[in-house]
């Protein structure tokens, strides 16, 4: 058994444990990054990057079917799996190659290997243990499934999705989330008929509800079917397709069933509650600064609970190195996160919903505003409908942006100025949005707000 020890040692190089691997070295500690798979961990390898490289090979598809309607010449002849397999996978192992080469200018080592927690902070790994003044928890998530639908065959998980070869004809979605929503709207793109079963009675059930009978509008639209409000018995499977069967009786058939119902932490069997960590469903508990009860033991991430956002990993991950390193970040709320889901067409939020608004300051004190996005003019020469939605507390701050179209995901950063700055409408108003953008919808909104809308009533 040979010892090794470091100022911190990292447990799981995803998202949250290579941030607080990067910036812990840039302060100047030693690091050890304990990976069992491949650094970037599911964001990098089997989520974000290739699921959005998949979105975007998607949206190239809908062009070119759509390019008569822009008077452009061009004639649609099919997806090739194989080609959106090479380009999706070209994209990931730059950004692989990328990432290794940055944790190794910092000087980190990096343990390939399988770890488990010890006590006293220390880290195991086949016969080598790893021991730092602190250890940072960041082993992640899987994908769950629910009791009695087992994974494997036609029924898969977002990792196999992703390497599916053929394109389906017909498949079914369970879970009208995030993920489930992304692959949905994809594979509707590529030609398949699609239907999404969600147990509640919407479809991105997390989201105000104005994005959510929005983003059901668009999918009717585009043909993607769904079945809301009831939940699902049984799923069967034969050589050829799937057969799920709701709770109320009713039946969907399709080549493939995608289970896309949540993900749960990678918590079992680590040692982590051996070495006093408090594990609440498998989730690891942890105050605001992010520290476990057991001195020296800190956990960002997936593992958290709250947002599974590599984005919030990222910011965990630089929190912790922060603090281990004697600085005081703020911690961050979880309000202030800003979410994407980047089906066609987007919807994408920071703050609170108008609904969890009135919930905790009354009907009263809350306004809300939307604009149309056919009153913008970059919307309707890019050919997308959907909304902005500003909510604020009367005579107060701005405390929820919510907006659904294509490409609004990249407005979001503005609402989330908004909401992180406490800012009043009054006080973004006089602020210029370039003309003609999408940006200025949000700008109309907040114009509305304070009393001035332009383009609308
Ligand atoms: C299909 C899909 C699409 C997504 N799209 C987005 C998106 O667009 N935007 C977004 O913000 N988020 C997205 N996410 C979520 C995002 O991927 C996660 O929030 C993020 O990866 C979490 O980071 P993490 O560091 O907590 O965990 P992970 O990225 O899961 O990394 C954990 C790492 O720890 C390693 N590990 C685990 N146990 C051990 C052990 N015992 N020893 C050694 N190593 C270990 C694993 O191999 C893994 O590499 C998506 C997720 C999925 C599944």
């Known amino acids: 058994m040979t010892t090794h020890t470091f100022d911190i040692v990292v447990l799981g190089g995803g998202s949250g ?22 650094v970037g961990g599911t964001c990098l390898h089997r989520g974000c990057i290739p699921t959005k490289a998949l979105l975007h090979a998607a949206e190239v598809a809908e062009h070119v079917r759509d390019a008569a309607s822009v008077g452009v010449s061009a004639t649609f002849e099919g997806v090739d799996a194989a080609g959106v397999r090479t380009y999706r996978e070209n994209i990931v192992a730059k950004k692989f190659k990328g990432l290794e080469g940055l944790i190794k200018a910092r000087g980190i080592t990096t343990v390939a290997g399988l770890g488990r927690l010890d006590a ?24 769950r499934s629910l009791p009695g639908l087992e994974i494997g065959g036609r029924i898969i998980t977002s990792e196999q999705a992703l390497a599916l070869d053929v394109i389906p004809e017909r498949v ?25 079963i969600e147990a509640l009675e919407h479809l991105v059930p997390n989201e105000d509800i104005a994005l959510s009978k929005g983003l059901e509008r668009a999918f009717r639209r585009r043909g993607i079917q769904y079945s809301l409000g009831t939940r699902f018995q049984t799923a069967t ?14 039946t969907f058939t399709g080549d493939y069933l995608l289970v896309a119902v949540g993900r749960g932490p990678v918590t079992d069997d680590l040692g982590f509650e051996e070495a006093g960590v408090t594990l609440d469903r498998g989730f690891v508990t942890v105050n605001e600064e992010l520290r476990t009860g057991v001195s020296g033991l800190w956990a960002v991430g997936d593992i958290v609970p709250g947002l599974q956002l590599a984005h919030r990993g990222f910011l965990q991950g630089i ?96 609402g989330q100025l908004a909401v992180a700055w406490e800012a009043h409408p009054e006080d973004i108003a006089p602020l210029i949005h370039a003309h003609p953008t999408q940006s200025e919808a949000l700008g109309e909104a907040f114009l509305a707000l304070a009393g001035k809308p332009l383009h609308a009533l």
């Not at 195991?124 to 003044?133: S, T």
Request: aromatic share 4%; hydrophobic share 40%; with cysteine.
């Open 17 to 38: 444990g290579y941030a607080a691997a990067l910036r812990a070295a840039e302060l100047g500690k030693s690091v050890a990054l304990i990976e069992k798979d491949k």
């Open 120 to 143: 006293d902070r220390s880290v195991r790994v086949g016969d080598d243990v790893y021991v730092g003044a602190d250890v940072v928890l960041a082993t992640g998530s899987y994908s």
């Open 172 to 196: 079914l979605v369970l879970g009208g989330g995030v993920i489930g929503v992304e692959f949905a709207s994809v594979w509707r793109s590529f030609g398949a008929e699609v239907t999404i």
């Open 237 to 250: 499977q034969d050589d050829s397709s799937v057969t799920v069967t709701l709770e109320d009786g009713k």
């Open 319 to 414: 929190a912790v190195a922060e603090r281990i390193a004697g600085l005081s970040p703020a911690p961050i709320p979880e309000s202030q996160i800003p979410k994407i889901t980047y089906c066609n067409p987007e919807v994408a939020s920071v703050g609170v919903t108008e609904q969890a608004a009135v919930a905790e300051h009354g009907a009263d004190a809350v306004v809300s505003y939307e604009y149309n996005l056919a009153g913008n003019g970059k919307s309707e020469i890019i050919g997308t409908t959907g909304l902005v939605k500003v909510v604020r507390l009367k005579d107060g701050p701005v405390v929820g942006v919510h907006l659904l179209g294509d490409r609004v995901g990249e407005l979001i950063t503005e």
